[in-house]
Nanobody, 118 residues
Framework: QVQLVESGGATVQAGGSLRLSCAASRTFFRYNTMGWYRQAPAKDREFVARISGSGGITFYTDSVKGRFTISKDYNNYTLYLQMASLKPEDTAVYYC???????????WGQGTQVTVSS
């Protein structure tokens, strides 16, 4: 069974940093692509970043390149999203996803709220 539990969301000031965590089931963690999406109020869910099973390949949406870093901890079966230089437009609910189907993730966590104040 695939379980994804996000944590780390908070309210921060613009320019600040935050690290999101996603605890995952060990059965699929090592061999599957995982990643993050976000959904701002009144907007569609959008792709943020994803990382390959081995951790060697990463993709980011243009708006977060150079500011966000996705990584996997294979000892603790945890996916991270390190966010820096946060902007008010980064405010959203962030969702962890697992098992890439080619255009979306098959499994999702419950989401964690990130609010960036100006």
């Amino acid at each position: 069974q695939v379980q994804l539990v996000e944590s780390g969301g908070a309210t921060v000031q613009a320019g600040g940093s935050l690290r999101l965590s996603c605890a995952a089931s060990r059965t699929f963690f090592r061999y599957n692509t995982m990643g993050w999406y976000r959904q701002a109020p009144a907007k569609d869910r959008e792709f943020v970043a994803r990382i390959s099973g081995s951790g060697g390949i990463t993709f980011y949406t243009d708006s977060v390149k150079g500011r966000f870093t996705i990584s996997k901890d294979y000892n603790n079966y945890t996916l991270y999203l390190q966010m820096a230089s946060l902007k008010p437009e980064d405010t959203a609910v962030y969702y962890c996803g697992a098992i890439w189907t080619g255009n979306a993730f098959k499994y999702w966590g419950q989401g964690t709220q990130v609010t960036v104040s100006s």
